[in-house]
């Protein structure tokens, strides 16, 4: 039976479909165990079915899928549409292809200059990675950090790989030339890097010789006891400046040469005790010899202080040594005895001086004649009224009185 002129297609009376496009009607099939209404149904069912495969296109284009994927999609479609055994407006879907095709063009320029920024980035981003590498190739290797600078380019050639697996695809010849400029920096870290660990081992091997050579000098002083520290000690400084041998040679040598530095003052140490215990009598005598000797910091009489501390140092020296770390308080609180001692002769000296006395004899003559002077010319001054003349008179009066009071005292 024949549908409504308004349908897309019919059915026969054998049971054949035909779909009406712009041309005339074509046949796209039977369904002969099914009425019209089921057959006819079936091949819309195939209308449906590419209907959404047109508009997933539309959908993939809309989300920027890659533009040749696209394309070739497009054409498949669109020769399908064309021989499409379905039934329903299959012009309107071509005319929904031809504007996919359209679009297609579009999304190619599109991409192609996405691609194309891409490719500028990464190559903007390679370069970098280049300049990176060259800036610590061009550091001078005797300043160098060997072990950071070793780091920084193992991690620079990491992010090279990693931009080199996940970045876009970069243009043969530039992407050589970035290539070589890396490498040669990469090679000219590893020339510097050999030559300074040469030139240290070079170093270390002379510093380890001297460093032994030092070991076996100080070893041989041990010999010697405490009259060896000195010579250990200039030894000392040698180490100091023979530089460094490596970790592994110098914790090993400096063991042995410190080995020969302890032996040297543990036997000092065995000497300071029995000193400390031969002198600690001597202590006991000099700190009575004080208690005799402190009285004097009160006494006044210079002569019999003098006296008394010519008999207490006499004894004192004759006492000879008290432990070292003894020595300096005793020795203070003598030298606080003699300093007073020593001032009471100092004053009585500058008292008694004849030179002096006959100075301030004359001195002191004048100064009394310039005060009766003063006088004089202060009562002429308040007498003519003169006030700048009276208070020059006094200034010059008292000037000259403090004078007089100072010599008297």
């Keep these: 039976m024949a549908t409504d002129d308004r349908a897309w297609g019919r059915v026969d009376e054998t049971g054949t479909v035909f779909v009406r496009e712009a041309a005339g009607e074509r046949a796209v099939g039977q369904y002969p165990d099914g009425s019209p209404e089921e057959a006819l149904a079936y091949f819309q069912r195939k209308f449906t079915e590419l209907a959404g495969q047109v508009t997933l296109l539309e959908q993939r284009v809309k989300r920027g899928a890659p533009a040749a994927d696209v394309s070739k999609a497009v054409t498949t479609l669109t020769l399908s549409i064309a021989t499409a055994n379905a039934v329903g407006n299959l012009a309107a879907l071509q005319t929904r292809m031809e504007a996919l095709g359209g679009t297609v063009n579009e999304l190619s320029e599109k991409q192609t200059e996405e691609s194309r920024a891409l490719v500028a980035a990464a190559l903007t981003e390679r370069e970098a990675l280049v300049v ?29 790989q990693r931009h080199q697996a996940n970045g876009p695809r970069l243009p043969k010849n530039e992407a050589n030339e970035l290539w070589k400029r890396f490498r040669a920096a990469r090679a000219t870290i590893d020339t510097h890097r050999k030559a300074f660990f040469s030139e240290l081992d070079s170093v270390h091997k002379d510093a380890k010789a001297a460093k032994q050579a030092l070991v076996e000098k100080a070893q041989e002083l041990v010999a010697k006891g405490p009259e060896g520290i000195p010579a250990y000690r200039t030894l000392l400084d040698q180490w100091k400046a023979s530089g460094r041998a490596g970790k592994k040679f110098d914790d090993a040598l400096w ?35 004080l208690v ?16 008394a501390l010519l008999r207490i140092q006499s004894r004192w020296d004759a006492i000879g040594k008290v432990p070292r770390d003894r020595v300096k308080p005793v020795e203070d609180r003598l030298r606080k005895v003699e300093n007073a001692v020593r001032k009471l002769d100092e004053d009585h000296w500058v008292k008694h001086n004849p030179d002096r006395k006959e100075r301030e004899s004359g001195f002191l003559g004048q100064l009394t004649d310039a005060i009766a002077k003063l006088e004089r010319e202060l009562d002429e001054a308040r007498a003519g009224g003169d006030k700048r003349a009276i208070a020059a008179a006094q200034e010059a009066l008292e000037a000259r009185r403090a004078w007089l009071g100072a010599i008297a005292r």
């Design 132 to 160: 990176e590498a060259e800036i610590l190739a061009a550091q001078d290797p005797a300043k160098a950090q060997w072990k950071q600078v070793t780091a920084s380019i193992d991690d620079i050639f990491a992010r090279w």
């Design 255 to 289: 063991a042995q040469f410190k080995e020969a530095g302890d032996a040297l003052y543990s036997a000092k140490t065995e000497v300071d005790v029995q000193d400390n215990a031969e002198f600690a009598a001597n202590l006991e005598l000099k700190e009575a010899l």
């Design 292 to 307: 005799e000797a402190e009285p004097l910091l009160a006494e006044t009489n210079r002569v019999k202080a003098k006296e």
